[in-house]
């Protein structure tokens, strides 16, 4: 299973990559754009976050398939190991055969549907990710949709895998891992959910006055 945060906040992913078994980080236009500096220094500033290594993703932002093949050719040229995210639009899956047979890893994006997805894998996509949250937004069921894309990968294109995205609470995350999902990305916001949960703390502080009241003590000596 592969975790990764979901942001381009250098300092929340030093934070939690010191606890978190965090396989990269994820970016989107947007996440970069609120961040207010070039993507060029963005990139480096998190990789250097994640200790050197890890996979980072970053997305093109042209809308035909060879501007997006020779955005894909400059991201990876300036960040080597980068997995290019490509909105699976008609020409973005000519995009994504075109990078398949050039060696460029990519991440079909910006899911709605399990069809939609299976032909992003189909074209040569490492991942495809589905937006969860934002299906459930506009009236539909992101979790029955990750389920049928599961499916749908297991039975014709086992070589790709979902990268699950668009989450609002940490149940959406653990029901797309029980569908089957091999990899999910995580707002920093939603990632701090699953770390504070408040009933953790109350057993921990019970422990501490306890184990205080009987030596004195807070360490074992």
């Known amino acids: 299973m592969e975790l990764y945060l979901d942001t381009a906040d250098v300092g929340a992913v030093k934070r939690l990559a010191r606890i978190l078994p965090l396989h990269g ?20 500033a998190l990789r250097d976050a994640l200790g ?68 992003g894998a189909l074209a040569g996509a490492e991942y495809v990710a589905p937006y969860v949250n934002r299906l459930d937004a506009q009236g539909g069921d992101g979790i029955e949709m990750v389920q049928q894309l599961q499916k749908l990968l297991t039975l014709h294109a086992p070589q790709s895998k979902i990268l699950a995205a668009s989450f609002r609470t940490p149940r959406q995350a653990i029901e797309c891992l029980l569908a089957g999902c091999q990899a999910i990305t995580l707002p920093v916001d939603v990632a701090e959910q699953l770390l504070t949960t408040p009933a953790v703390q109350a057993a921990v502080t019970q422990f501490e006055n306890d184990w205080q009241n009987a030596f004195g003590t807070h360490i074992l000596s």
Do not use: C, H
């Open 52 to 119: 050197g290594t890890g996979k980072l993703f970053a997305q093109v932002m042209a809308a035909d398939a060879e501007r997006i093949v020779a955005e894909a050719l400059l991201l990876t040229q300036r960040v080597p190991g980068l997995i290019v995210k490509v909105p699976v639009t008609s020409e973005g899956l000519a995009a994504i055969k075109k990078l398949k047979t050039m060696g460029i890893p990519t991440l079909g994006t910006a899911v709605y549907g399990a069809g939609q997805g299976l032909l």
């Open 25 to 44: 980080v994820t970016t989107n236009p947007s996440i970069v754009a609120r961040q207010g500096k070039p993507i060029w220094e963005v990139l480096p």
